[in-house]
Each structure stands twice: as C-alpha cells, then as structure tokens.
C-alpha cells in the first residue's frame, strides 16, 4: 500500500440540470479512482428547477440559462441516409398517432386514458431500431415509437386503447400493456416502476442458457430509477455480464417531482459506475446521439461484455398523462425544450443540413404518414368491441394452451460455456 495523500481539490464549476453549485476535485492524486462517463451531448442544458413555497400556494421556478442556442445534431457513425429516413419516418408515426390518439379520447372512443411520449419520439425509435430479430424489447408507456419499430402497426395500438376485439389484448387491458413474446421479442411493459429491468435481464439469462448472447432493451425514468428493484435488476445483470441495454430517460419530472427533488447525482449516467458498467449520457432529442449509444451498447451486450445504462436527457413535453394538464410545469421550460423539438431538428438535418430529403419528398413522406394513420385510424373506429362471454378467455392458460419452447437451442443441463462464447460468471455458478 502506498502512502496514503490527502486529496485537496479545487472547486470546479458544476454544469447540469439539476445544477446546485456542488463542488468536483479537479485534480486526482495517484491513488484517487477516476471515471469517464461518455457523453454524446452537443449541448448540457444548464438549469435547475426548485419548489417555491408562497403561504399555502407551492410552485416550481426554473432558473438558469434558458436562452442557449439549439445544438445541431450529431453526426451518426454509424447511420446512412436509408437508416435516418426510416426512424425519422417512426418518429412521425409515433407523433401523429399519438395526436390521432387524443382527438379518439375527446371522442370518447378510448376507454381509460393516453399516455404520451411527445418529445421523447427520438428515444423511443432510434432506440428499438439498435435491436436485432433475436434481440428483446422491453417498453414503458412513453415508447409507443419503439412498439411501431418492433413491428407492431399503429391500428394494434389504437384498437389497444379503444379495447376492440381485434386488439393486441383482444379488449382486456388498456393502454400499451401488450407484447409479444412469439414473433416480436416485446414483452409487456410493467407499471410497477423498475419491474421491466429483472425480467429483462432474466430474459438475457435465459438466452445465455441455451448458447446465445442477445441484446435486451427496456427504460426507466428518472423518478422510476430511485426503486430498489432498479438496482436488484441492474446489479444483478452487472454481475452476471448480461446483454442489458438500460435506457434511463430523463425527462426531467416523474409525475409532478421535478428531477432536481429526485435525485443529488449530476447526471444519472453516474449510478453506473457503482455497479461498475458503463454509463453513457446522450441528448435525447437527437435520434443519431440515441441510436450510436443504443448501437453500441447492443453490440457490447452481444459480444456478452454485460451491461450499459444510456442516460438520454429530454423533457416530457406534455403531463403524465391525458388527464394531467402539468400546470405545475414552469412554462419556459416548456418554451426551451420546445426549441430543442425533436422531430423538427431532425427534418431539418436531413433535409437542409445533410440534403437528404427534398422538400418534395419530405412532403410527400409526410402525407404517406397521414395517409397510413388514417386508414389505421377508420379501421379501428369501424372494428367491433368484444362480445361479453369472451371475457374470461385466454386469462387463465389452460390445458397447456400455449407451450413456451426454448428460442435459441436446449438449455444445456451442465454450463459449459457453449463454443465461440465467452465462458461467465453465470456459468460458474451453475456447474
Ligand atoms: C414502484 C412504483 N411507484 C409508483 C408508481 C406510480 N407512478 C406511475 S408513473 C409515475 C411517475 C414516473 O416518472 P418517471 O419514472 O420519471 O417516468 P415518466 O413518467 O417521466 O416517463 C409514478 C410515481 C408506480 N407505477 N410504480
Ligand atoms: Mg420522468
């Protein structure tokens, strides 16, 4: 052991969301742990939000420097002109079903409520669309985009929400709760906050089990992170190197909790060091930012090196819900983010930066949008509701009505590492 230093660091000046002046050493000493986390981000939104209590009346202010200018987007390592046209075009799904989605509420045709991912489309869909056919999704109610980019079509996802027969859960649930553990790899996303990040990495387990190293998918928002079975789940894929991409999405409020009562790290790309994984901080309004980190990290997980966990920083651009007029949300918060709109950047990019898309063509990819949504839109208008003595079905599995085979091969009764994989600690443990 060498003679321990006394570490006297300089105050530096702290940049961030939530910043509140805490002080970083700025020069280590030899034995003083360093890290990196990698950061994508053209720009670090530098503000905070604090309650403001005036006698009975609480209310949140927003302080900092709100006027910055709007960051270009990234040049992608990875993506073509074909690539960036396909999520921009799941980006504009996601959007105008969403749009399409509320008009059904005032209509009352949705039974229960909508959940929104307005200005978290980059998230959703450049995110999936990392993911390959044997890779796993598991969504929050925010990533509806990543449900259209795995496949399932916008009419699933509005006869979802008005409960018609022919939907994904044949009328029983509401809202996005479906998956589809056959063809997609989706499962079901999970209220209970946290919950997705076990089944997820189980999911990975259960793949290394019968020879294979896949990718797994899910999200978790900033106030979903502070559960104890994010760290149960993430903790355990950690150890057990399991292929789990964890997209934590900073959209800046859970519910009516601003992130700055949330949680006292500066970026929560930080919370990966202590499980010893990397962290990696992207701006979630830039679908090319999203997709290089979702990229990688997909890659790492099935190369079989673990874990990641991707903050993607952004903001929910309307309340918790379709019942929630988020009041209590300062409105130049609204006004700076809208700024940073993520649809919009990425039109522009493509079609004044890059010239990838003529105005033409974007016009027309555009109505091709409109067109699909509302002929998906009339269809599940048109599409009857289930008959009552349907109910009961299908809740219950019954007489082995569904056999779940191994997707990748036989589990192996002894873990050898099978050939060409790396041999893990999960292989040790079951010998
Ligand atoms: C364990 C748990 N606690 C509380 C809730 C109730 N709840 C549902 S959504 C929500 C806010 C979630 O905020 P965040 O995780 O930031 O996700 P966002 O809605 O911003 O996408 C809360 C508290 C829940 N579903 N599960
Ligand atoms: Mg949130």
């Known amino acids: 052991m060498g003679k321990k230093k006394k570490i006297v660091g300089k105050p530096a000046d702290r940049h961030s969301s939530n910043g509140r002046g805490q002080r970083a050493p700025q020069s280590l000493g030899p034995s003083q742990r360093s890290y990196t986390i990698l950061d994508y981000q053209l720009e670090k939104p530098s503000f905070s939000i604090r309650q403001v209590r005036k006698g009975d009346e609480v209310r949140y202010e927003v302080t900092g420097d709100l006027s910055a200018p709007v960051p270009p987007i990234r040049e992608s390592k990875y993506l073509d002109r074909k690539q960036c046209l396909e999520i921009y075009r799941w980006m504009l799904l996601n959007r105008k079903m969403e749009t399409a989605l509320e008009n059904l509420y005032?209509?009352?045709?949705?039974?229960?409520?909508?959940?929104?991912?307005?200005?978290?489309?980059a998230c959703s869909c450049a995110s999936a669309y990392a993911l390959q056919k044997d890779d796993w999704l598991g969504?929050?109610?925010?990533?509806?985009?990543?449900l259209l980019v795995r496949g399932f079509s916008a009419r699933d996802i509005m006869m979802q929400y008005m409960a018609k027969a022919g939907s994904p859960t044949k009328g029983r649930d509401a809202s996005s709760h479906f998956g589809d553990i056959e063809k997609r790899n989706v499962v079901s996303p999970i209220s209970t906050l946290g919950d997705l990040i076990p089944v997820l990495a189980g999911v990975a387990l259960g793949a290394r089990l019968q020879g294979r190293n896949i990718a797994v998918m899910t999200y978790v928002?900033?106030?979903?992170?502070?559960?104890?079975?994010?760290?149960?789940?993430?903790?355990?894929?950690?150890?057990?190197?399991l292929g789990l991409v964890l997209f934590v999405e900073n959209n800046l409020w859970a519910y009516s909790t601003p992130a700055d009562m949330q949680f006292r790290v500066k970026d929560l790309?930080?919370?990966?060091?202590?499980?010893?994984?990397?962290?990696v901080i992207v701006d979630g309004t830039d679908a090319c930012q999203v997709y290089d980190a979702a990229h990688e990290a997909c890659e790492r997980a099935r190369r079989g090196e673990g874990p990641t966990l991707i903050e993607a920083k952004m903001m929910r651009m309307k309340g918790h819900a379709i019942h929630d007029a988020a009041e209590y949300v300062p409105k130049p918060l609204f006004e700076y983010w809208h700024k940073r709109d993520c649809i919009a950047r990425f039109e522009n990019y493509l079609v004044n930066v890059k010239k990838w898309l003529s105005q033409t063509e974007n016009r027309e990819l555009i109505t091709g949008v409109d067109q699909q949504l509302e002929a998906d839109r009339d269809f599940a208008v048109a599409s009857p509701m289930p008959e009552p003595e349907s109910a009961a079905g299908g809740v219950y599995c019954e007489s082995r009505c569904h056999q779940i085979r191994p997707k990748y091969g036989v589990p192996k009764a002894k873990m050898n590492a099978p050939s060409g994989l790396k041999p893990t600690r999960a292989s040790v443990h079951l010998k």
Not at 139 to 146: E, F, L
Not at 230 to 238: H, M, R, S, V
Not at 269 to 279: D, K, Q, T
């Open 221 to 241: 928002g900033d106030g979903g992170q502070s559960t104890g079975v994010t760290y149960e789940g993430l903790n355990f894929a950690a150890v057990q190197d």
């Open 106 to 121: 005032k209509q009352g045709q949705v039974v229960g409520g909508v959940y929104f991912g307005l200005g978290q489309e």
């Open 269 to 279: 790309a930080e919370r990966a060091i202590a499980y010893g994984i990397p962290g």
């Open 139 to 146: 969504p929050m109610i925010r990533n509806q985009g990543s």
